[in-house]
């Protein structure tokens, strides 16, 4: 890249994907302004990111819902294009609280939109999520295969995907990339940036590096008599730095492109007893588990045909499993607390 480049507005760019994915932007050389309200992230996320050499050229706490915030930002900058990480993410927490889920992710993402319809800035990638694709039929599943959600923070995620390809039809000015992200997990490879959950991780990797250091007597595996090789479930687990590097991709192609829909993922299954072997081996730590019920909701398989992403964005996984859980290891150690560790 080169000359002097408008700046990318990206919102909840404190957050696990969102700061990731400021790093990767710098790294092509893109000014970057952050809008967070810190809900699920913390401030020393923008430290990290400076130490890297990657300070966003503003940051603004403040909420996506809030429109007042938005005209000022699209006012004080002649952005580029935006990435909407902004959200809550917990399949749990939306069942108990889907309003506060349609609210913050569909409402979020409308105020968001009429802002940029305003300020004529109508260029912006969209996380959506594997989730959108249900119980597959077929696995790997392609971008074609029927849409469906099976709890409020899907509905939200597809609530807002419809809404974007209404917006695309109505408006050809609009270029929209619509990215599905299957299991991102691991860290930047420097130990200063990765994920820090509030409370019990939901998830599985976040899981098996506390149980690796302590914090947890156990994993709990979730089910072993799935229909899957080792009885476990699979999943396309992709290294975070991919998946944000998949980010700048689908910016670049959507200089050229109108409406684009694609997975981002490796295209492996990978069971979660192999996970947990191959973090086992590769970190040289134990990782104590017990197979318990399966989790309401789960589905056996699901993973990614990642061709289009291939061919549209020219964008693949490099990254290996052995590297996702090299790097979610080196990131836990050296940050017991999270962001609250010191220094
Ligand atoms: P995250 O919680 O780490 O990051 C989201 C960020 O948005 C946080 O920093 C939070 O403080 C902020 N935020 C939340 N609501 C906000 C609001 N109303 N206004 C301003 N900021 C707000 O989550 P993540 O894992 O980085 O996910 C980013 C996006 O990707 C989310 O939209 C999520 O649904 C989607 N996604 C995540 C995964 C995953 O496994 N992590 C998978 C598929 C899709
Ligand atoms: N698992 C365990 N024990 C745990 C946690 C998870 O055995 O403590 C298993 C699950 O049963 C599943 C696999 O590990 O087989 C992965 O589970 P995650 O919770 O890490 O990820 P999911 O695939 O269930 O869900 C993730 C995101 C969702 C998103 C979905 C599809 O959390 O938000 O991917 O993109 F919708």
């Known amino acids: 890249m080169h000359g002097i480049m408008n700046p990318i507005l990206v919102t909840g760019g404190c957050g696990f994907i969102g700061s990731h994915t400021v790093l990767a932007l710098a790294e092509s050389g893109w000014p970057v302004v952050v809008l967070d309200n810190l809900s699920n992230s913390s401030p020393r996320v923008l430290e990290r990111l400076r130490e890297l050499g990657a300070p966003p050229l503003e940051f603004v706490q403040g909420d996506v819902r809030d429109a007042s915030v ?38 979020g993402t409308l105020q968001l939109l009429q802002a940029m319809d305003r ?3 109508r260029r912006v990638v969209f996380s959506s999520s594997a989730t959108v694709y249900g119980d597959p039929a077929q696995v790997p599943i392609p971008e074609t295969a029927p849409l469906t959600a099976t709890n409020p923070y899907g509905r939200s995620k597809l609530m807002c995907e419809d809404a974007l390809r209404s917006l695309h039809q109505a408006d050809p000015r609009w270029s929209i990339a619509i990215l599905r992200y299957f299991n991102p ?4 490879p420097s130990g200063r940036l990765g ?10 990797m976040p899981y098996v590096t506390q149980v690796a250091l302590g914090l947890r007597p156990h994993l709990q595996i979730f089910g072993d008599d799935y229909p899957t090789p080792d009885g476990t479930g699979v999943r396309d687990y992709l290294h975070i730095c991919d998946l944000a590097e998949g980010h700048v991709a689908a910016l670049r192609a959507l200089q050229a492109q109108g409406l684009l829909t694609v997975n ?11 996970l947990v072997e191959t973090f086992a081996q590769v970190n040289q730590v134990a990782v104590p588990s017990q197979v318990v019920a399966r989790r309401p909701g789960d589905v056996a398989q699901c993973y990614a045909d990642p061709q289009l992403a291939q061919t549209r964005l020219h964008w693949r996984a490099r990254r290996s499993l052995a590297d996702m859980c090299a790097d979610a290891w080196r990131w836990q150690t050296q940050n017991p607390q999270g962001y609250d560790s010191t220094p």
């Open 264 to 274: 981002l993922g490796t295209g492996q299954g990978v069971s979660v007893r192999s």
């Open 195 to 204: 994920e820090a959950p509030q409370g019990v991780p939901n998830n599985l």
């Open 185 to 188: 997990v691991g860290a930047h």
């Open 119 to 121: 300020a004529q800035v």
């Open 70 to 107: 938005l005209d000022a930002l699209f006012a004080r900058h002649r952005f580029e294009g935006v990435i909407h990480f902004a959200g809550l993410k917990a399949v749990g927490e939306s069942v108990a609280q889907p309003l506060r889920y349609f609210d913050h992710n569909v409402g």
